[in-house]
């Protein structure tokens, strides 16, 4: 599979997943939108996105079209339970650090009023409107708002929720994801230690939020 991001006249970034075949190109996925401009995406942070994203629907090569560290190839391999999964360019990744925000995830506005319990650090909530009912971004006080159509693909992957915040970390100056209760219930234990160490291989600390996992 290969991965190619744009930045659209409609003001979205857009991740579109093609497959090479015989006849020539397949797109068979969704693309996924995002509004506003993500620049300066790495290839660690868009492999481990797409991991997530997308899961066990990614064929035996993830080509994102930037250098990835082996660290995070082989994260994603052991997370999707494909350690011969070919990820990436291997040359050398400089890695970026961030100043320590946490990422907290909301399901609805209302909801974003809560700092998701971990009140001695600071932290930012990013609540995903449907691309279909809201457009556009806004980013006030601690809460980021955006529509995005990342629902369609967390109908099958339910680590799904977790691929934008990974996307906006850096531009969130975050080093921490707290992972919504919902996703770390529907994980069998082996599944969190995995999406764990997918997390910490591309420098974002995870803290399940019912207490469960690596912190």
Same mark, same amino acid.
């Given at each position: 599979?290969?991965?190619?991001?744009?930045?659209?006249?409609?003001?979205?970034?857009?991740?579109?997943?093609?497959?090479?075949?015989?006849?020539?190109?397949?797109?068979?996925?969704?693309?996924?939108?995002?509004?506003?401009?993500?620049?300066?995406?790495?290839?660690?942070?868009?492999?481990?996105?797409?991991?997530?994203?997308?899961?066990?629907?990614?064929?035996?090569?993830?080509?994102?079209?930037?250098?990835?560290?082996?660290?995070?190839?082989?994260?994603?391999?052991?997370?999707?339970?494909?350690?011969?999964?070919?990820?990436?360019?291997?040359?050398?990744?400089?890695?970026?650090?961030?100043?320590?925000?946490?990422?907290?995830?909301?399901?609805?506005?209302?909801?974003?009023?809560?700092?998701?319990?971990?009140?001695?650090?600071?932290?930012?909530?990013?609540?995903?409107?449907?691309?279909?009912?809201?457009?556009?971004?806004?980013?006030?006080?601690?809460?980021?708002?955006?529509?995005?159509?990342?629902? @369609?693909? !967390?109908?099958?992957? =339910?680590?799904? *929720?977790? %691929?934008?915040?990974? &996307? #906006?970390?850096?531009?969130?100056?975050?080093?921490?994801?707290?992972?919504?209760?919902? @996703?770390? !219930?529907?994980?069998? =234990?082996?599944? *969190?230690? %995995?999406?764990?160490? &997918? #997390?910490?291989?591309?420098?974002?600390?995870?803290?399940?939020?019912?207490?469960?996992?690596?912190?």
């Amino acid at each position: 599979m290969r991965i190619e991001a744009a930045y659209a006249p409609s003001g979205e970034t857009v991740l579109t997943f093609v497959e090479d075949v015989l006849a020539g190109e397949l797109r068979r996925h969704t693309p996924l939108r995002i509004a506003g401009h993500l620049p300066g995406m790495t290839g660690d942070r868009l492999a481990v996105a797409v991991a997530l994203l997308l899961g066990s629907q990614i064929g035996d090569r993830l080509d994102v079209g930037r250098p990835v560290s082996r660290r995070v190839a082989a994260a994603i391999g052991l997370y999707l339970g494909r350690r011969s999964l070919w990820v990436g360019k291997d040359e050398p990744v400089s890695y970026v650090h961030s100043a320590g925000m946490d990422l907290c995830i909301a399901d609805q506005v209302d909801a974003a009023r809560v700092m998701g319990g971990i009140p001695e650090r600071r932290s930012m909530t990013v609540v995903e409107l449907p691309s279909h009912e809201a457009m556009g971004s806004l980013l006030t006080g601690g809460n980021w708002l955006l529509s995005t159509n990342s629902w @369609v693909h !967390a109908m099958a992957e =339910p680590a799904a *929720r977790l %691929a934008v915040p990974v &996307l #906006l970390a850096h531009h969130a100056s975050a080093s921490r994801v707290v992972i919504p209760h919902q @996703v770390g !219930a529907a994980l069998a =234990p082996e599944q *969190r230690q %995995a999406l764990s160490q &997918l #997390l910490l291989a591309t420098d974002l600390s995870p803290s399940w939020q019912d207490g469960g996992g690596d912190r």
